[in-house]
């Protein structure tokens, strides 16, 4: 019957029926859940079965191609349930849930989850009882250590960036030196482009001998602080690569920037250095023994991260910030306060060696003994320092706010392309790594080519008037550089588009951020100096650069995207600033002085380049600290806070953070803060573990160890509920006492190979010290999980373990009543691996795990497929809405509540909190509360806009609904 009821709704709904992908049957990916899925047919509510030989069960509806929108004739549907089809399939608000196909959901199931909190359970409590103290306290000097490496390493990586940048410009201007004929300039653009191609080529090439060097890491980060495992990632060879593959790449003049590997940089030595060990270098160090557990471990890659960010900015704040807001799912104030010193540790030690050299080049001559050299002219060192601060004039606001919302359409439209991109380059280009390794040097030889005919193309200019020695130097001389080695009269000429094109990264945003002199505003006069670049100049960069930044993006080398983002955001403020200059001057007249000294197309370059950048990465509040920090300009700081929230805004609009699409695009199970999905408060954890018919893998207290090697053999599961039997025709699969991880069961095994015990009932003398020893052998060793390969022997497969000691005591589990929003809400924020759902009883149903929380998941088991209710949209407009809610019942009080069936221990039967019944209508759910008998509801014909035709079986009433 409810077969029936199902598809005559669909029919009078006329619904499109599309393949959703549906996950991995219920609780989460491979590797990761305690529940099976075995079962193969037809699911009632609709869906193929397709049985497989692993652990996946992939269900799709019968109907048309995987993009096609959920309800064809539907246009009042929520945001969060249509995706979009073709060539528009990325073109997503932040409300609307990312849809997997069946493919990229088995991919997903390949990502194991890594654990956060430290097993509770006898061995560890024991082991601590019998320590003085904690001893905790020279985690302090760990986090200092990871400062200062990750702030020489910073030094190591921006001064080889420098040092090959000005070799790389020193090459052009000396060949461009004895110019007289074509043929010249083209002996000069071959060296000019050898130099570039050589570099990408090294580049890449140490990317294909360290595969995980490649990117910027950022997402992998990030991937990994919000609790999913990426191989290799924080590994010693990784470390170099990327070093050196960054510096090669930037230096080479690629549309790159060394900001996001720096990032990966600091993970990775907070990493390192946490552990203690390394089995590259056959090292290891018994002081960092105590931090080898997955809470330190994460700690100290949050640390790392943030000094990582601290020094690429120079912005120990906003790198604090930056983690807590993008990166970090979970983040104690114990922490947070560690990376913070952490941070201060590196910018202190980065800064000190910057002040004293500048492409391995010495500042001043230390042999001097003069004062000054004494006291080694040491200083902070802000990296586009505003070279005029000008108060905050009201009329910049709206200016500033139609900026913000050209900044987060052209964000926006950066991200649907770069997805694009990267979309293609998985399915074409990736395929060879020959391939892979050629995409960068073709890019970076058609962007110098381009860049060097445009720059012949276009005429030099005449400089103009003012100062121009305002500390944007490439070498801290403060030395404005324009390029005029192309000019027929260099002393009075320059070339704007050369300027840009052939100046590094970073003196490409100070010459675009700079500006004019702040003494004289009239009109021809001073102001012009802020003029340096005009309208074509910028309009020829501004298209050039975001087109090839937008291609090398995700390239096969190690490069980031948050220097391209401060150019092309930057390029297009000043484009827009230029407009409000000539729109002031014009409206101030002939018989004005001249306009006030925030109209500069400099301050607007400013607004531009935040805003673009949190149109692209929808960071806020830490991006507005680090736009201060990097350039000092804090009078501005409310048009950029504007600036910044209505670019995010209208980004948010269009598509998911370019960070976010990125894992997505890698079908990372990543669990964003926020999940924007309706109804989730009317679904609950039972809902979520529904489509699983068989009860959990769980563990008596005393298991054979036959059985124990049969579980880890059979299933892939990384823990297993503990339990205390139950009857036989009672609901779950026993009472919950706890969880017990694969790793603790594979060294337990590791041990009972060497050790025979004698007595059947008595638990092997085992304790902390013996399983941390034993987890030693099989790293360093590289021991496969499981041991007796030629087969468990018969006398050792009969004996019995007591479970109990390895079991975590402490770990989470929830109500099967326990709504969606409130799960989520606590699995993200207190860095789970697995949830426990239990009854009333305390009885294991199920285990939710990341993946079921994603939100393609929760879509497909709950709002899309209506677990075991059949709703509609209509429907939950009259359950939700007005229509229900506004109506009154005539007779008053209580005196009797018919209600649906129950089970053995109370609960109502059916799905959710609702507990559906048989399929009836709406009108003949409505209960007189007074006397208990029925009464005519209103029809379904009186509510406006919904069809007249029988509905599916409505939500009982119940106490607590009531």
């Given at each position: 019957?409810?077969?029936?009821?199902?598809?005559?709704?669909?029919?009078?709904?006329?619904?499109?029926?599309?393949?959703?992908?549906?996950?991995?049957?219920?609780?989460?990916?491979?590797?990761?859940?305690?529940?099976?899925?075995?079962?193969?047919?037809?699911?009632?509510?609709?869906?193929?079965?397709?049985?497989?030989?692993?652990?996946?069960?992939?269900?799709?509806?019968?109907?048309?191609?995987?993009?096609?929108e959920v309800l064809s004739d539907s246009g009042d549907e929520d945001e969060a349930m249509r995706p979009r089809r073709g060539v528009f399939r990325d073109l997503e608000s932040k409300k609307m849930a990312h849809r997997f196909t069946p493919m990229e959901e088995a991919r997903m199931a390949k990502f194991e989850s890594i654990d956060y909190w430290i097993s509770n359970n006898r061995l560890y409590r024991d082991n601590l009882e019998k320590m003085k103290k904690e001893g905790r306290g020279t985690k302090w000097i760990v986090y200092a250590l990871i400062g200062l490496t990750v702030g020489l390493l910073s030094f190591i990586l921006m001064n080889t960036i420098e040092f090959l940048s000005d070799k790389r410009r020193t090459i052009l201007q000396d060949a461009l030196k004895d110019w007289k004929s074509d043929s010249d300039k083209w002996v000069a653009f071959s060296l000019w482009a050898a130099f570039s191609v050589v570099c990408i080529a090294v580049s890449?090439?140490?990317?294909?001998?360290?595969?995980?060097?490649?990117?910027?890491?950022?997402?992998?980060?990030?991937?990994?602080?919000?609790?999913?495992?990426?191989?290799?990632?924080?590994?010693?060879?990784?470390?170099?690569?990327?070093?050196?593959?960054?510096?090669?790449?930037?230096?080479?003049?690629?549309?790159?920037?060394?900001?996001?590997?720096?990032?990966?940089?600091?993970?990775?030595?907070?990493?390192?250095?946490?552990?203690?060990?390394?089995?590259?270098?056959?090292?290891?160090?018994?002081?960092?023994?105590?931090?080898?557990?997955?809470?330190?471990?994460?700690?100290?890659?949050?640390?790392?991260?943030?000094?990582?960010?601290?020094?690429?900015?120079?912005?120990?704040?906003?790198?604090?910030?930056f983690v807590v807001e993008e990166m970090s799912s979970f983040f104690s104030k114990k922490a947070m306060w560690m990376a913070f010193f952490s941070s201060l540790m590196a910018i202190i030690t980065a800064n000190t060696l910057n002040s004293k050299f500048s492409g391995y080049e010495l500042r001043d001559d230390l042999s001097n003994r003069c004062s000054e050299s004494l006291s080694w002219n040491a200083q902070f060192t802000i990296l586009f320092k505003a070279n005029v601060l000008e108060n905050v004039n009201l009329l910049s606001v709206p200016f500033t706010l139609v900026l913000g919302i050209f900044c987060g359409l052209a964000g926006a439209l950066f991200t649907f392309f770069n997805i694009k991109v990267v979309r293609y380059r998985m399915h074409k280009i990736n395929k060879s790594t020959t391939t892979r390794m050629l995409e960068p040097l073709v890019i970076i030889l058609a962007f110098v080519t381009l860049s060097f005919v445009f720059v012949y193309?276009?005429?030099?200019?005449?400089?103009?008037?003012?100062?121009?020695?305002?500390?944007?130097?490439?070498?801290?001389?403060?030395?404005?550089?324009?390029?005029?080695?192309?000019?027929?009269?260099?002393?009075?000429?320059?070339?704007?588009?050369?300027?840009?094109?052939?100046?590094?990264?970073?003196?490409?945003?100070?010459?675009?951020?700079?500006?004019?002199?702040?003494?004289?505003?009239?009109?021809?006069?001073?102001?012009?100096?802020?003029?340096?670049?005009?309208?074509?100049?910028?309009?020829?960069?501004?298209?050039?650069?975001?087109?090839?930044?937008?291609?090398?993006?995700?390239?096969?080398?190690?490069?980031?995207?948050?220097?391209?983002?401060?150019?092309?955001?930057?390029?297009?403020?000043?484009?827009?600033?230029?407009?409000?200059?000539?729109?002031?001057?014009?409206?101030?007249?002939?018989?004005?002085?001249?306009?006030?000294?925030?109209?500069?197309?400099?301050?607007?370059?400013?607004?531009?380049?935040?805003?673009?950048?949190?149109?692209?990465?929808?960071?806020?509040?830490?991006?507005?600290?680090?736009?201060?920090?990097?350039?000092?300009?804090?009078?501005?700081?409310?048009?950029?806070?504007?600036?910044?929230?209505?670019?995010?805004?209208?980004?948010?609009?269009?598509?998911?953070?370019?960070?976010?699409?990125?894992?997505?695009?890698?079908?990372?199970?990543?669990?964003?803060?926020?999940?924007?999905?309706?109804?989730?408060?009317?679904?609950?954890?039972?809902?979520?573990?529904?489509?699983?018919?068989?009860?959990?893998?769980?563990?008596?207290?005393?298991?054979?160890?036959?059985?124990?090697?049969?579980?880890?053999?059979?299933?892939?599961?990384?823990?297993?509920?503990?339990?205390?039997?139950?009857?036989?025709?009672?609901?779950?699969?026993?009472?919950?006492?706890?969880?017990?991880?694969?790793?603790?069961?594979?060294?337990?095994?590791?041990?009972?190979?060497?050790?025979?015990?004698?007595?059947?009932?008595?638990?092997?003398?085992?304790?902390?010290?013996?399983?941390?020893?034993?987890?030693?052998?099989?790293?360093?060793?590289?021991?496969?999980?499981?041991?007796?390969?030629?087969?468990?022997?018969?006398?050792?497969?009969?004996?019995?373990?007591?479970?109990?000691?390895?079991?975590?005591?402490?770990?989470?589990?929830?109500?099967?009543?326990?709504?969606?929003?409130?799960?989520?809400?606590?699995?993200?924020?207190?860095?789970?691996?697995?949830?426990?759902?239990?009854?009333?009883?305390?009885?294991?149903?199920?285990?939710?795990?990341?993946?079921?929380?994603?939100?393609?998941?929760?879509?497909?088991?709950?709002?899309?497929?209506?677990?075991?209710?059949?709703?509609?949209?209509?429907?939950?407009?009259?359950?939700?809405?007005?229509?229900?809610?506004?109506?009154?019942?005539?007779?008053?009080?209580?005196?009797?509540?018919?209600?649906?069936?129950?089970?053995?221990?109370?609960?109502?039967?059916?799905?959710?909190?609702?507990?559906?019944?048989?399929?009836?209508?709406?009108?003949?759910?409505?209960?007189?509360?007074?006397?208990?008998?029925?009464?005519?509801?209103?029809?379904?014909?009186?509510?406006?806009?919904?069809?007249?035709?029988?509905?599916?079986?409505?939500?009982?009433?119940?106490?607590?609904?009531?």
């Amino acid at each position: 019957s409810y077969s029936f009821c199902t598809l005559l709704v669909m029919s009078q709904k006329r619904w499109s029926m599309q393949p959703t992908m549906v996950g991995l049957g219920g609780s989460g990916g491979s590797g990761d859940f305690g529940v099976p899925r075995r079962r193969s047919g037809t699911d009632p509510t609709g869906y193929v079965v397709v049985p497989t030989d692993d652990e996946h069960d992939y269900y799709m509806w019968q109907g048309t191609g995987w993009d096609d929108e959920v309800l064809s004739d539907s246009g009042d549907e929520d945001e969060a349930m249509r995706p979009r089809r073709g060539v528009f399939r990325d073109l997503e608000s932040k409300k609307m849930a990312h849809r997997f196909t069946p493919m990229e959901e088995a991919r997903m199931a390949k990502f194991e989850s890594i654990d956060y909190w430290i097993s509770n359970n006898r061995l560890y409590r024991d082991n601590l009882e019998k320590m003085k103290k904690e001893g905790r306290g020279t985690k302090w000097i760990v986090y200092a250590l990871i400062g200062l490496t990750v702030g020489l390493l910073s030094f190591i990586l921006m001064n080889t960036i420098e040092f090959l940048s000005d070799k790389r410009r020193t090459i052009l201007q000396d060949a461009l030196k004895d110019w007289k004929s074509d043929s010249d300039k083209w002996v000069a653009f071959s060296l000019w482009a050898a130099f570039s191609v050589v570099c990408i080529a090294v580049s890449t090439g140490l990317c294909g001998l360290w595969p995980y060097a490649a990117g910027s890491g950022v997402p992998d980060v990030m991937a990994y602080l919000n609790g999913v495992m990426f191989p290799k990632v924080f590994n010693l060879r990784t470390l170099i690569g990327k070093i050196i593959s960054c510096s090669l790449a930037v230096a080479g003049g690629l549309p790159v920037g060394p900001e996001g590997p720096m990032i990966h940089i600091g993970a990775l030595v907070g990493a390192g250095l946490g552990t203690g060990r390394s089995r590259t270098l056959g090292k290891s160090s018994e002081f960092f023994g105590k931090y080898r557990n997955p809470r330190d471990h994460r700690d100290f890659i949050t640390g790392g991260a943030c000094a990582g960010v601290a020094c690429a900015f120079s912005a120990p704040i906003g790198g604090l910030l930056f983690v807590v807001e993008e990166m970090s799912s979970f983040f104690s104030k114990k922490a947070m306060w560690m990376a913070f010193f952490s941070s201060l540790m590196a910018i202190i030690t980065a800064n000190t060696l910057n002040s004293k050299f500048s492409g391995y080049e010495l500042r001043d001559d230390l042999s001097n003994r003069c004062s000054e050299s004494l006291s080694w002219n040491a200083q902070f060192t802000i990296l586009f320092k505003a070279n005029v601060l000008e108060n905050v004039n009201l009329l910049s606001v709206p200016f500033t706010l139609v900026l913000g919302i050209f900044c987060g359409l052209a964000g926006a439209l950066f991200t649907f392309f770069n997805i694009k991109v990267v979309r293609y380059r998985m399915h074409k280009i990736n395929k060879s790594t020959t391939t892979r390794m050629l995409e960068p040097l073709v890019i970076i030889l058609a962007f110098v080519t381009l860049s060097f005919v445009f720059v012949y193309s276009l005429p030099c200019k005449t400089k103009p008037g003012g100062p121009f020695d305002l500390n944007y130097g490439t070498n801290g001389t403060g030395e404005l550089k324009f390029f005029d080695a192309i000019c027929s009269n260099p002393d009075k000429e320059y070339h704007p588009l050369g300027t840009l094109a052939f100046a590094s990264a970073d003196d490409c945003v100070r010459l675009l951020l700079r500006r004019g002199d702040p003494t004289d505003r009239t009109k021809g006069g001073p102001l012009e100096g802020s003029k340096i670049f005009d309208y074509d100049d910028l309009a020829l960069w501004f298209l050039l650069y975001a087109i090839f930044a937008c291609w090398s993006a995700g390239t096969y080398l190690a490069c980031g995207l948050v220097v391209p983002m401060l150019i092309i955001g930057s390029t297009m403020g000043r484009i827009y600033g230029l407009a409000v200059v000539d729109l002031m001057q014009n409206l101030a007249g002939e018989d004005c002085n001249g306009v006030d000294g925030w109209v500069d197309p400099g301050v607007f370059a400013l607004f531009g380049a935040a805003g673009f950048f949190a149109g692209v990465s929808r960071l806020t509040f830490s991006l507005c600290v680090i736009m201060l920090e990097i350039t000092g300009d804090l009078p501005h700081l409310p048009n950029i806070m504007l600036c910044v929230m209505v670019a995010k805004t209208v980004a948010d609009s269009f598509t998911h953070a370019l960070y976010h699409a990125l894992l997505e695009l890698k079908c990372v199970p990543f669990l964003d803060f926020d999940i924007h999905l309706p109804y989730l408060d009317c679904y609950t954890a039972r809902d979520l573990i529904k489509s699983n018919p068989t009860r959990p893998v769980c563990l008596q207290i005393k298991e054979s160890i036959g059985h124990i090697m049969h579980c880890l053999h059979d299933t892939p599961h990384n823990a297993f509920p503990v339990v205390a039997p139950i009857p036989s025709d009672a609901e779950g699969a026993g009472i919950y006492k706890g969880t017990v991880l694969r790793s603790q069961l594979e060294q337990l095994l590791w041990f009972v190979e060497n050790v025979e015990s004698t007595n059947r009932d008595a638990t092997p003398k085992l304790d902390y010290d013996t399983m941390t020893a034993i987890r030693e052998k099989i790293f360093w060793e590289r021991l496969d999980g499981l041991p007796f390969k030629e087969g468990l022997p018969t006398d050792i497969s009969e004996k019995i373990i007591d479970l109990l000691p390895l079991t975590n005591t402490s770990g989470f589990c929830v109500p099967e009543t326990f709504a969606v929003s409130a799960t989520y809400t606590l699995f993200r924020g207190m860095g789970l691996r697995h949830l426990v759902v239990v009854n009333n009883m305390n009885s294991v149903l199920g285990i939710i795990t990341r993946k079921d929380l994603v939100a393609h998941n929760i879509l497909k088991h709950t709002i899309e497929g209506n677990v075991g209710s059949g709703l509609t949209s209509d429907d939950h407009k009259l359950v939700f809405g007005s229509p229900l809610h506004t109506h009154h019942y005539a007779p008053s009080g209580i005196d009797s509540l018919k209600l649906g069936p129950t089970d053995s221990y109370g609960n109502r039967r059916g799905s959710g909190n609702f507990g559906y019944n048989t399929p009836t209508t709406r009108a003949q759910s409505m209960l007189n509360i007074s006397t208990g008998v029925r009464t005519q509801s209103p029809s379904l014909s009186d509510v406006p806009g919904t069809p007249t035709s029988p509905k599916p079986a409505g939500p009982s009433i119940q106490a607590d609904q009531h």
